[in-house]
Structures are given as structure tokens and as C-alpha cells.
């Protein structure tokens, strides 16, 4: 019964109870006391009715999950036993939901659910998922399995991400992929990528839907705990996606599927190179650009804000709150606010080739003048292509450079760098970049160390070990580095300099409980003893209050095995002892060397209390590389006023040829535009602020770099060319810089 219908049977038993419409033949109150079972039923029929022809709501799509699919999991009957943990995770089937904490630090934590389904008739999955954290947008993976899953190697398997926020229950989407026997040839043969050319449809697809034999919900990595739950997954019937002719190639014509000048050969998009001539004409149309827009006005010659409030010039940067904001100041006294790229350098796409020649077309030969480009690289990032035992590599974005501006390219790059950046409304060439671009003294530019010094060998690998702050050769090895680089610490163009790079914390003990799991000469470990005696006197008052049976101080030194569950507050104590030490050691040694330099901290990607505490008190800013869509959740911890610089932060997108889009993907060049305008705009907002920098100003190989990453997260593309609509975004936030960041 439709709505209309239903709406008129009742108008017209309200009117047959009504004493006005009576006929006689009964008393109106009786009979609706005889119709008040059909009003009701009627009434049902009616709100039923009207729900289905309102817009579709969540409650009715998940109504259709069960006409037009196939059910993986229901929190109300899929029974616990089919229900495994990831990653230590823990899980509930409570209130109709299965509910799931992670902690993090724990690798890939989550719920893996074990069952036999035929999905080749599927199209999409959907899962109904809550966000029962207040920490933002909760970022998942998940994963459908085969029976051979291989999710370390992609094989057997499709991955996908979703993120949500809020606490109601949200149906996030993810479309399958149809089944391609022959690309598993193919993507057997595929190494060293993030993500390769068929990870169109997901962060990996190589899944025989047919044969599906399980699905997982999970965090990649995760820094924070959560609290998360699902309700119910559900594969979708319906038509397979259509595929492009080049998936449906034999492995033996899909290779090679990279083109002299580093791109997917088989994929068409506006800005794609073909030519040598197309490396002149973009050059040329650049000119023409660059001479329209030559920067903004009101800026000195640090692009600072010239024409703004003048404060104290000292001759080199410092930081300063001004009106209730946290500002740079300039060597001239003016206002400044950092805003540029990480990595300005013409080495962004050096990608590995051993045992992976196969991959491009046309390498050089020995002989050949690109020969050049097999031994250039980026200074900084050299040392983890070596450390992964990486030998022989390909330079593609600098063989682009000498194509398109001939031999005298790497002057030419250089100068045309800082054009580029003054007239897309930047000011900062921030770290990682090619030292002889920024001694050109025509940009302000900061750097980073990695400090050399022995490792506290128990701890966690993140980039690197933990340095030990407590071995002698900590202050004296930093000691050298710092007078390695003593022309920059000196010139008053270089702003400041951040020491390491998102160091692993681990949890609020772990420091701690590294130390122990140490050998025995640790000099960490030596103190912690140390301290430890110093504290409880004898061992066996330790040993009660850790729940532990060491014979003596020598067996606990000895010991490298994870403490026990009471040694965690000590442990915790430690940490904080081993991490003020970190900073105050690395600050003390930074300024007696550079007194008048800014020292920017290690560039938090996930951290502890204590180490942003501790950040605060040694570090003059302190320093995040945060990858989200905005800044406003954004909090130091409570009673912590300092000012705060974005290290890295990127969005990309599919439609320029790239098989990644970056740590925050978007749906396309547009809206990539827009995600950077916003978010450096939240940061000119926040009163904590004092700039953001973009990782990176080249795009990265497509066939990716020393670690896998080929991300579409550049300014320019492997041939440096312009992404227009991301300069676009850039000048409209950058020509306003000053009066955004002051407006109330």
C-alpha cells in the first residue's frame, strides 16, 4: 500500500468516528472503538509507507544490504569463534556491536573474521563502522583475503582504506575490482612500490573474489590507541567495474611500463609529457605565468611582511607572540610566517633498479651523457638507499632537467626555483634541499640533522634507533656535525634547524623498558641501574614491587628480556628521565655552537606527553609532521604555550599518472587544491602556529623510491612541470598570507 492510499483510509475513518459524519446507524463512539485496531494497523502501513519514499537514510541502506548482497559479518549473528585478533587487539560482541581496542605502537592491530564466500557477482563491500574515540577522523584499512593472502607482498588480496569521525554508526564504501588472472603474472613481478599500476582500485588488488576466505579491519601502524567497533560488512552484488585495455595485457607486453622519461606509459592526463619539444613548450608557458604573477606585494626580501608592524631587527630570525599569535620575526623586524616546501631539489625521483631493469624503457648506456643520472641523487636521503644495500638507482627527475634546460641545467633549476617559489606566494625552502639552492641567499631556507651517535640497542626501529643521550660520544659526535655545518648556523638566510625526524617514543614506558632489554654496557642501562639502587636500596624490595626474582643487581643488568608488568611506572620514570636528557643534551651542544640559531625539535609523528613536555621546555618551536585535512583539532598538552612549525603535510590524487596519492588522498588535482588551501589556512588560523611546510616539491618516482613511497605529492611532476590547480591553490592562500594570519 502506498502512501497516498494510506493516508486516505484514515481520513476517512477519522471522519466515520467523527459525530459530524454520522449516518445514525451507530453511536460515533462505539464505533471507533471498533475500528481502533484497523486505525492502528493502518497507522503502521502509513509511517512504513512514508519512510520508504523519504530520501534514502542509513537505516534504509542497510535494509538493501541484505536484499542485494551477501553478508560477512553481522554483530547479531555471526558467531565469536570466526572473530581472531590482529595485533593484540582487544574485542567484545556487545550492544550489537563488535566492539575493538587497539593500542598504539603494535603494528597492525585489529580483527580478522574467517569465513568461505563467493564474491564474483560482487561489486562494492560496505561497512558499517563507529568511531567511539574522540581523537578525529579514525583511519582503517580493509583487507579481503584468498586462501594464499599474502598481505606483506600484496598477493592474494585487496586492501583498501576509510576514515570517518563521529560516534554514529557510518557506512563507508569501497568498490571490488574485477578479477584479473593474468595480472598476478604481472604483479609478481612488481617490487619495491607503495603501490603499484593496479592499485587502481584499492591500495592493493590481486583477489580472486570467487574465493574469499576472510576480511579484516585494522589501523596500519597506528601511534594513538582507539576504540572503534563494526556492525556489519556486506559484498554488494552487481555489475564489474570496466578496466582499461593495458590491464587485460600478458606480463610479456606489459613490460616495460615506464617511459624514458619516468611515467606510466600507459595511461593518458593533462601535463603528460611525450616529447623533448613538450619540455620546452611547458617551460615556455611557465615563463609567461611566472612574468604574470611575480609575487606578492608588501613582502622584504625574506618575504617577510614588510608592510606590517615593525618589531626589533637582530639580524637573524627569532620567534615572538605578538596580539595573542605566535609569529617569526626576521632579521629585519618584520613579521614572518613560514610557508614552503620540503626538499626543493631536482633529485626528487631517484628510484632503484636493481633487479628491476626490466621495468623502464631505454636506460641509458654507459656512454650516453644520461649516464650522468645513475650517480646523481638527493645528499640527504643517499644514506637509506645505502642501508637497504640499494646500489644501482636512476635519477629520472634530474635527466628531466638536463632535457629541458641543457647543459648548464643545474644553475638553471636553482634560479628558477626561487622565481618560482616568490611568485607562487612562498617564502621558505624548508629542509632536506639542495644545500647550493639555498646558499643562493635568495629564499630563507632551515635544515635538518640526523644525529650519528650509538643507539640505545634495545629500542624500536623507526627511521632510526633511539640515540643513547647518556654515551659519551652523544654530545661529541653531534659536537662535530654541528661544526660541519657551521657556514649555515651562521648565515642569517637559514632560520633554524630540527635535530632527527620522527623519532619512535613508543608508549609512555617503553623508553624504559628498551633500556632493559639493552645489553649490558648500555650506558642508559648503567644509569637506570644506577638509579634504580639509588631508589630501592636492595634488590629484593625491587624484585617486590616489580613481581620479579632477579638474584642481584648484576642478574638485572645482565637481563634483556621485556620487564615485567611492575617495572612499568619505573619504567615510565626512566623514560622521562632518558628523554629530557635527549633534549637538553641536544639543545646545549646546538647553542653553544649556534647561540643565536632556532632549534626546532625532531618533528613529532606521534609522541608522548613527556617528549612534547620536554620539547617544550628545550626547543624554541616545536615541531609535527601532521597529515590531515586541517589543523583545527590541533592542542598542545595543557600549560604548554609554544610556538609550533608543521615539518610535512601533503594531499595527492590518481589523475596525473602516480599509482599512490599520498598519505591523504583526494579525488582529484581540484580538490587537491582546495585540501592544501584549507589546511594552511587552519594553521593561519591557530594562534600556536608559526608555519607549515609541504612534503615534497617534486613528485616522487613512480616506481618509488628507497622505501616504496611513489607518491603523487610534488608541486611539480617528474618532467617539473606545474600541477596548475595546486600553484593555483598556493597563490591564493599565499597572496594573503599576512592578512589571513592577522585577521582576528
Known sequence: MNISTCWSV??????????????????????????????????????????????????????????????????????????????????????????????????????????????SSCNRVTFELVNRDQKGELPLTVRLDNPDADPGQSRGVFIDRVKFSGHAVTMCEVALPPYLPQARAITAKLDGMRRGPFATFGVAADLDAAQTVGVAVYLKEPKLDWQWGVRRIVAHKGAPAEVPDWMKLPAEKFFPFIDVYGQF????????????????????????????????????????????????????FRVEKVDGKWWFVDPEGCLWWSHGPVRVTSSSAVTPLDNREFYFTDLPQPDSPFALFYTTHDALLWPYYEARGQKRTYDFSSANAFRKYGPNWRGKYAVLAHRRLR?????????????????????????????????????????????????????????????ARKAELDDPWCFGFFVDNEIAWGGPAELGEWTLQSPPDQPAKVEMLARLKAKYGDIQKLNAAWGSAFAGWEALLAAQAKPPAGAKDDCTEFSAVVTEEYFKRVREEFKAVAPDKLYFGCRFAG??????????????????????????????????????????????????????????????????????????????????????????????????????????????????????????????????????????
Not at 537505516?59 to 558467531?79: K, W
Not at 650519528?452 to 656535525?481: E, T, V, Y
Open 423 to 483: 611568485s607562487w606566494g612562498l617564502n621558505t625552502i624548508a629542509n632536506s634541499s639542495d644545500r647550493r639552492i639555498c646558499e643562493m641567499h635568495r629564499t630563507p631556507y632551515c635544515d635538518r640533522f640526523e644525529l650519528k651517535s650509538p643507539d640505545i640497542a634495545g629500542s624500536k626501529l623507526g627511521w632510526w634507533k633511539f640515540k643513547d643521550p647518556f654515551h659519551p660520544d652523544f654530545r661529541a659526535n653531534f659536537h662535530k656535525q654541528l661544526l
Open 607 to 744: 609522541s608522548t606527553e613527556a617528549a612534547v613536555r620536554m620539547a617544550a621546555k628545550y626547543c624554541d618551536v616545536i615541531s609535527y609532521n601532521i597529515y590531515r585535512h586541517t589543523l583545527d583539532a590541533f592542542k598542545l598538552p595543557e600549560g604548554v604555550d609554544k610556538p609550533v612549525l608543521i615539518g610535512e603535510f601533503h594531499f595527492g590524487a590518481l589523475d596525473r599518472g602516480l599509482f599512490h596519492s599520498t598519505l591523504i588522498g583526494v579525488a582529484n588535482q581540484e580538490e587537491r587544491g582546495k585540501a592544501y588551501a584549507a589546511y594552511v589556512t587552519s594553521a593561519l588560523r591557530h594562534p600556536s602556529f608559526v608555519g607549515v611546510h609541504w612534503h615534497q616539491f617534486g613528485d616522487q618516482p613512480t616506481t618509488g623510491r628507497f622505501d616504496g613511497e611513489n607518491f603523487q605529492n610534488g608541486f611539480v611532476d617528474v618532467c617539473d612541470t606545474p600541477y596548475p590547480e595546486t600553484i593555483a591553490a598556493i597563490r591564493e592562500v599565499g597572496y594573503k598570507l599576512y592578512e589571513l594570519r592577522r585577521a582576528p
Open 10 to 119: 484514515l481520513c476517512w475513518l477519522r471522519r466515520v468516528g467523527d459525530p459530524a459524519y454520522s449516518d445514525g446507524c451507530c453511536r460515533p463512539r462505539d464505533l471507533t472503538r471498533r475500528l481502533f485496531p484497523i486505525i492502528g494497523i493502518l497507522a503502521l502501513l502509513f509511517f512504513q509507507a512514508l519512510a520508504a519514499e523519504l530520501p534514502v537514510s542509513q537505516t534504509r541502506l542497510e535494509t538493501r544490504a541484505t536484499e542485494d548482497g551477501i553478508v560477512l559479518f553481522d554483530a547479531a549473528t555471526t558467531p565469536i569463534s570466526v572473530i581472531t585478533s590482529q595485533s593484540h587487539a582487544q574485542f567484545a560482541l556487545k550492544d550489537g556491536l563488535l566492539q575493538v581496542a587497539t593500542k598504539g605502537g603494535t603494528g597492525f592491530p585489529g580483527v580478522l573474521i574467517k569465513g568461505a564466500w563467493d564474491l
Open 265 to 316: 606509459k600507459y595511461k593518458e592526463w593533462p601535463g603528460k609529457t611525450h616529447s623533448d619539444a613538450d619540455l620546452k613548450a611547458a617551460l615556455a608557458k611557465e615563463q609567461t605565468d611566472l612574468a604574470a604573477h611575480p609575487g606578492p606585494e608588501g613582502w622584504n626580501k625574506f618575504g617577510g611582511w614588510a608592510a606590517g608592524p615593525k618589531l626589533k631587527a637582530t639580524g637573524q
